[in-house]
């Protein structure tokens, strides 16, 4: 099992970036997705999951209306885009498969995790 997220990079307060996790080693469509992030200093948070295929999705309250995730199972790949970026949307950001193929609604739980990738918002 495999997740490499892709994407990050420096970007201004009210800018958009997409971040990509590419999966591989399982069938992508028989799991949920989690993104996570974490900032220097602060806990590792849940923000994003995307479920299989029955449509339950999470956003953290931090990131609601702002960011929606995707996926394109054919293609092994989730994507997280982040609208309307904040400074303290500033941190690393993972991907992770899940537990189950549902999105639980406390919000991701991580079972196999990829590197992750820096999300810089600064002017």
């Known amino acids: 099992v495999q997740l490499q997220a892709s994407g990050g990079g420096l970007v201004q307060p009210g800018g958009s970036l997409r971040l990509s996790c590419a999966a591989s080693?399982?069938?992508?469509?028989?799991?949920?997705i989690g993104w996570f992030r974490q900032a220097p200093g602060r806990e590792r948070e849940g923000v994003a999951c995307?479920?299989?295929?029955?449509?339950?999705?999470y956003y953290a309250d931090s990131v609601k209306g702002r960011f929606s995730v995707s996926r394109d199972n054919a293609k092994n790949t989730v994507y997280l885009q982040m609208n309307s970026l904040k400074p303290e949307d500033t941190a690393v950001y993972y991907c992770?498969?899940?537990?189950?193929?549902?999105?639980?609604?406390?919000?991701?739980?991580?079972?196999?995790w990829g590197q992750g990738t820096q999300v810089t918002v600064s002017s």
């Open positions: 992770a498969r899940d537990k189950t193929y549902y999105c639980s609604p406390y919000g991701p739980r991580g079972d196999y």
């Open positions: 995307s479920s299989s295929s029955e449509g339950s999705t």
């Open positions: 080693g399982f069938t992508l469509g028989y799991y949920a």
